[in-house]
């Protein structure tokens, strides 16, 4: 089975403030992407990074990066000096070769203040 | 190039009324995906199609839902009759090649779905 877990429900930063969004991913498969994608306010889920899982080196872009761990089973996000424009719902997903599904977490909704 | 169409934006129906979605992939995606989206959860797989194939239905409730992909382009979502609980985002995405698990999907707006 597989499953993507984002236990934090929501997030509220003060602008400028650094801020992780958490997920841990569970699969049995060794071959398996995992991805992030922001949904704002239009509701349009954008795409933001593709992992896959034989590749942990950490991705740097701009005020985004992400940090995979294969021993924890975690893909992390960090937003470094964040902005209103930041603000909205995060979702991380899963898939992998036994199926075609992508497997979306709940979803973090990250709101940063002025 | 223009992304991923859905229309209407929004529709509210009563139970037991029917209901289509229309979805207009990127041009050139092969494959097209509906998701099921409830209000503070994560997009579900409803259906898949590879050209107008389907390659994955598994989680689509055929006893009233239905999509269908008659020309490898565009597709239509149709939901008879509805319940309370189809209350949702319906949302459409395309992807270049569909049955390679790395490649990233592309969304639409959605529909947002008020079953009254």
């Known amino acids: 089975a597989q499953k993507v877990t984002q236990a934090q429900t929501e997030i509220s930063v003060v602008e400028k403030e650094d801020v992780t969004l958490d997920c841990v991913y569970e699969?049995?498969?060794?071959?398996?992407?995992l991805f992030w994608y922001k949904q704002p306010p239009s509701g349009e889920l954008v795409f933001l990074i593709r992992?896959?899982?034989?590749?942990?080196q950490n991705e740097i872009s701009g005020r985004y990066s992400w940090n995979f761990q294969k021993s924890t089973s975690s893909f992390n996000f960090t937003i470094t000096a964040s902005q209103v424009v930041d603000s909205a719902v995060y979702f991380c997903?899963?898939?992998?070769?036994?199926?075609?599904?992508?497997?979306f977490g709940k979803g973090t909704s990250l709101l940063v203040t002025p | 190039e223009a992304g991923v169409a859905q229309s209407p934006r929004y529709k509210i129906i009563e139970k037991r009324q029917s209901v289509a979605f229309w979805c207009n992939p990127i041009?050139?995606?092969?494959?097209l995906y509906w998701y099921q989206q409830i209000l503070g959860q994560g997009p579900k797989l409803l259906i898949q199609?590879?050209?107008?194939?389907?390659?994955?239905d598994s989680q689509l409730p055929k006893d009233r839902f239905s999509a269908e992909r008659l020309k490898g382009v565009d597709s239509t979502l149709k939901i008879q009759p509805a319940k309370l609980e189809d209350s949702a985002v319906y949302l459409c995405?395309?992807?270049?090649?569909?049955?390679?698990?790395?490649?990233?999907?592309?969304f639409g707006q959605g529909t947002r779905l008020t079953v009254v």
């Open positions: 995405a395309s992807s270049l090649q569909g049955l390679d698990v790395g490649t990233e999907a592309f």
């Open positions: 997903a899963l898939r992998s070769n036994s199926g075609y599904a992508l497997n």
């Open positions: 041009s050139g995606h092969a494959t």
């Open positions: 992992r896959n899982s034989f590749d942990e």
């Open positions: 199609f590879q050209n107008n194939g389907v390659v994955d």
């Open positions: 699969t049995r498969d060794t071959t398996y992407y």
